[in-house]
């Protein structure tokens, strides 16, 4: 069973930041592509970053320049680091994994940003 084990949610000011981590098995890790999700309420999930195996990343035009994806190929973990927060950023992120093998979720991690 695929795990992803995510934590670093919590509430934040509008301009503070916020680091999520999220970690899998080494197996899932380097043959599939991991991003972060989020949905806030009534609203659909929407991507928020993603970075392949081989360490290509894309974003979510609002969050350019803001957060930051990245991975550690030796602790098999994503992080999104979110720096300047807005209240429009709070909502449940979720950790995924995607490729071949199939998509991948996360528990979910609330972040809540206070203006």
């Known amino acids: 069973q695929v795990q992803l084990v995510e934590s670093g949610g919590g509430l934040v000011q509008a301009g503070g930041s916020l680091r999520l981590s999220c970690a899998t098995s080494?197996?899932?890790?380097?043959?599939?592509?991991m991003g972060w999700f989020r949905q806030a309420p009534e609203k659909q999930r929407e991507l928020v970053a993603r970075?392949?195996?081989?360490?290509?990343?894309n974003y979510k035009d609002s969050v350019k320049g803001r957060f930051t994806i990245s991975r550690d190929n030796v602790k098999n973990t994503v992080y999104l680091q979110m720096n300047s927060l807005k209240p429009e950023d709070t909502a449940v992120y979720y950790c995924?994994?995607?490729?071949?093998?199939?998509?991948?979720w996360g528990q979910g991690t609330q972040v809540t940003v206070s203006s």
């Open positions: 995924n994994a995607n490729g071949v093998g199939g998509w991948y």
């Open positions: 080494g197996s899932i890790f380097s043959s599939h592509a």
């Open positions: 970075v392949s195996p081989g360490g290509s990343t």
